[in-house]
């Protein structure tokens, strides 16, 4: 069972993201990084959820806290960071 939703740049839960934050938004799903939508932006654009996907090689608490080269690329890009909620969440957010 999959946790986790494709979506595409028309997708009505990417509606609240900017064009260059969409971009992050999908080249973090293709290359397998595990990202979530919020309901609302109270915590962040929206999530990385690290215990499910294959994402490990870009982003781990443990042993990938701060991020792959190009996880932070894409991130950077788009004027993007991230934050960890705790050691299974990272919120991203706006710089």
């Known amino acids: ?3 986790l939703t494709k979506y595409t740049r028309q997708s009505e ?5 900017t064009g260059k934050q969409k971009t992050a938004y999908l080249k973090l799903q293709r290359l397998g990084v595990p990202v979530k939508t919020w309901d609302d932006d109270s915590r962040g654009l929206f999530w990385i959820w690290t215990e499910v996907g294959s ?3 870009h982003i781990e608490y443990y042993s990938k806290y701060w991020g792959s080269d190009e996880l932070n690329a894409i991130l950077d890009a788009a004027d993007l960071y991230y934050e ?4 299974a969440v990272a919120h991203v957010y706006e710089q």
């Open 1 to 3: 069972m999959s946790y």
């Open 13 to 17: 839960e990417l509606s609240h993201l």
């Open 55 to 57: 994402g490990e090689e």
């Open 84 to 87: 960890w909620a705790n050691s």
